[in-house]
């Protein structure tokens, strides 16, 4: 059992400290706002220090009695266990009296968190948790909680979020002088390298992007799968930022880093995907067998972790570029793959079995191989999944053209992104 006067020491702690300014508007807040009235468990996930516990602050500035707050990643609770919830629950009446809302950081940290969970809903408490862990969140939510919660991801900042603080009245123009082109082509270029962690694009500090880093790698995957061979984690790791949207095979992966199984490989890549730090797009095919057998590409969830954790010679922004779009897709909950015949198009859309769209991402066409190339994988792609209408997006550069029935628009990335 855990001693309740060092359970009254770390509320205390944690109550003085948990006020994060807020700097950023953020998109989510409205929309998981339309739900507080709703008796569900609120559950905000995504990667650490990515806004998570400043968006369930903005809720509990709202509500007047809100002190029931404890954060479980705490060095002080590393023994707490499940029949200790019983104690937190008779402290927070001790010290505040009783109170109607929970907000909790991390709990997935705690083994058997679920159980306690359900029974304070069943009391007709509101809950909000918040979390840093894709599986183990919906794994045992999906064993307890079917049908009592609703979970939210949160993304790091977007573009229209870092133009909303930086530039918020070009949001409201219909249309773009040359002064906010290039004011916006100075913040993309700026995103590209400071990407969307709040503290990090704020304050510019490389020590705290690797510590963040530090700490998803140890907290989250080392020290919560047991891993023995941290050095081939981190080569994994540094293989993925260094080669942002290539295609890999778990076979000759492995035998790069030094990891003889493809099992194992595997298993890290998933332990990457579930603390929001890498995702793995899926080559499309009509055959799930396929489809599995086929090979991958990496994303990551922030251009600076990128410039953080790999190496790169050159700046490779078509790289760069093709990530941010990856993101911007992902954080609009679309369905992705990528199209590979003779050609390749970087993204393809599904929606209810059928593929919607289809998108190319370059820096520039003004070199003719590059256009061809990317017109020819782009029509490859509309032509096998039926589409008339397929988008380049670019890096500054806007056309509108048809090739045969086949109609290409070229869009501006930071244009598109603030669509």
């Not at 100075?186 to 963040?212: A, M, N, V, W």
């Not at 700046?315 to 015949?341: M, S, T």
Request: charged fraction near 25%; hydrophobic fraction near 35%; proline fraction near 2%.
């Amino acid at each position: 059992m855990i001693n309740r006067e060092v359970l009254k020491q770390v509320i205390m702690d944690q109550k003085e400290y948990q006020s994060p300014q807020i700097y950023f508007q953020r998109e989510q807040i409205t929309h998981i706002q339309s739900f507080i009235d709703n008796p569900s468990i609120i559950i905000i996930s995504g990667i650490r220090r990515s806004g998570k516990s400043t968006i369930q602050r903005n809720f509990q500035l709202e509500i007047q009695k809100s002190d029931y707050y404890f954060n479980f990643d705490d060095e002080r609770l590393i023994h707490f266990q499940v029949e200790d919830f019983q104690t937190l629950l008779e402290t927070f009446i001790e010290l505040f009296g009783k109170q109607s809302t929970f907000y909790f950081d991390e709990i997935q940290n705690i083994e058997g968190w679920e159980r306690f969970i359900r029974r304070l809903y069943e009391r007709g408490y509101k809950i909000f948790i918040t979390g840093s862990n894709a599986k183990l969140l919906s794994k045992e939510l999906g064993t307890h909680l079917t049908g009592r919660y609703l979970q939210f991801e949160i993304f790091p900042l977007s573009f229209r979020e870092i133009i909303q603080y930086e530039y918020p009245l070009v949001l409201e123009k219909k249309a773009f002088s040359t002064d906010d082109i290039g004011t916006l082509l100075h913040y993309f270029s700026q995103y590209l390298k400071r990407g969307g962690i709040p503290e990090f694009y704020k304050f510019q500090k490389t020590e705290y992007l690797k510590d963040l880093y530090e700490g998803i790698l140890y907290r989250d995957i080392v020290t919560r799968h047991n891993i023995n061979n941290e050095k081939s984690l981190r080569e994994l790791v540094y293989y993925f930022a260094s080669n942002i949207g290539k295609e890999f095979s778990y076979t000759k992966l492995g035998a790069t880093v030094g990891l003889s199984s493809p099992h194992t490989i595997s298993n890290y890549c998933s332990y990457l995907e579930q603390c929001y730090l890498c995702f793995f797009l899926s080559r499309y095919s009509h055959s799930l067998k396929k489809q599995i057998q086929y090979n991958k590409k990496c994303y990551m969830i922030d251009p600076a972790l990128i410039y953080t954790t790999g190496f790169r010679i050159s700046d490779d922004k078509g790289r760069l570029l093709e990530n941010i779009v990856f993101l911007y897709l992902k954080k609009d909950g679309k369905e992705i793959y990528f199209h590979k015949a003779e050609k390749e198009c970087d993204f393809i859309i599904r929606r209810n079995n059928l593929i919607i769209q289809a998108i190319q991402v370059s820096v520039s066409l003004t070199d003719k191989a590059v256009k061809d190339r990317e017109i020819a994988g782009l029509i490859e792609a509309m032509k096998a999944y039926e589409l008339t209408e397929g988008i380049i997006i670019t890096e500054n550069e806007h056309d509108d053209f048809k090739i045969d029935t086949y109609t290409v628009k070229v869009i501006p990335i930071w244009k598109w992104l603030l669509k």
